[in-house]
């Protein structure tokens, strides 16, 4: 990319990525308009030859809608290498800038072409579209650094800052009242931060899943059976140390997860 005159491209991302770096981006290096976003973030999808295994969301909070200026559901794609299941997974090595928001999660239960997506989100039970649900921790992270001073379409075009997914043990009972229980951010078994879905989200976890894959069909893309859908922060983004430090999550006062995190380079180099 020049410094002038072209945009962005998705090997310009994919090489930022790569090498766990960051930049500022202008106006005129970013696409024109969120559906140029959207193409560049399939793009870059399609050039890393990773397959999808998960989706965050966006605007199901006041907070990102205010933001980044939209009432539109947003959303960008996680790879499998960024997706971390408890009792499944190896250690993850976290985002360069870590950050996380706890979320509520759903495993879809079929394929969703993008032609299909509004009459299937619209008319199918809730048991027919989800096969699990879990409470994850979403860790932001762009490769873009002036998000969200560059706006939604510099947002999007980084697959909404998708740094790590992480899960707890998949949960069958896809209408389960639990799931408006607290859910907390634990430093060192301390909460950090704590809230409910009813309170922080604009719907409910499994509408705003529903209102994804509406969009996700507006915006052409099909979706995978397996794949997961991460509905959006219920409590705030907050720091996150990775020295070592426990973090962990819990879900009605009970223990969901302590991540296994392989130490970053500049933890490894502390004393």
């Known amino acids: 990319m020049t410094e002038s005159s072209e945009r962005v491209t998705p090997g310009d991302l994919l090489a930022l990525r790569a090498g766990r770096a960051r930049r500022v981006l202008a106006?005129?290096?970013?696409?024109?308009d969120p559906a140029a976003a959207?193409?560049?973030?399939?793009?870059?999808v399609g050039q890393a030859g990773k397959p999808v295994a998960a989706w965050k969301l966006g605007a199901t909070t006041a907070g990102t809608r205010t933001t980044f200026v939209?009432?539109?559901?947003?959303?960008?794609?996680?790879?499998?290498?960024?997706?971390w299941v408890a009792g499944q997974s190896p250690a993850h090595m976290p985002p360069p800038v870590f950050r996380a928001e706890a979320e509520i999660a759903f495993r879809l239960a079929l394929d969703i072409a993008a032609a299909d997506a509004v009459d299937v989100a619209a008319s199918a039970?809730?048991?027919a579209l989800f096969d699990a649900w879990t409470p994850?921790?979403?860790?932001?992270?762009?490769?873009?650094v002036n998000i969200p001073e560059a706006g939604l379409t510099a947002?999007?075009?980084?697959?909404?800052?998708?740094?790590?997914?992480f899960l707890g043990p998949p949960r069958d009972n896809i209408r389960d009242s639990a799931i408006d229980s607290e859910i907390a951010i634990l430093i060192d078994g301390v909460?950090?931060?704590a809230a409910t879905a009813p309170k922080a989200l604009l719907m409910s976890p499994i509408e705003a899943a529903r209102g994804f894959i509406i969009e996700a069909g507006r915006q052409g893309v099909s979706l995978a059976r397996g794949q997961w859908i991460s509905t959006g922060g219920i409590t705030p983004c907050i720091d996150l140390p990775s020295d070592g430090t426990p973090i962990g999550l819990s879900f009605a006062g009970e223990a969901v997860f302590t991540?296994?995190?392989?130490?970053?380079?500049?933890a490894g180099g502390q004393a």
Do not use: K
């Open 136 to 144: 994850a921790l979403e860790a932001p992270y762009s490769c873009i």
């Open 125 to 127: 039970p809730s048991a």
């Open 27 to 32: 106006p005129a290096d970013l696409p024109a």
């Open 191 to 193: 909460v950090a931060a």
């Open 259 to 266: 991540l296994d995190l392989v130490p970053t380079p500049e």
């Open 38 to 44: 959207y193409a560049l973030a399939a793009e870059t």
């Open 155 to 165: 947002l999007l075009s980084d697959r909404c800052a998708a740094g790590a997914l």
């Open 70 to 83: 939209t009432e539109t559901i947003y959303f960008g794609a996680l790879h499998g290498e960024e997706v």
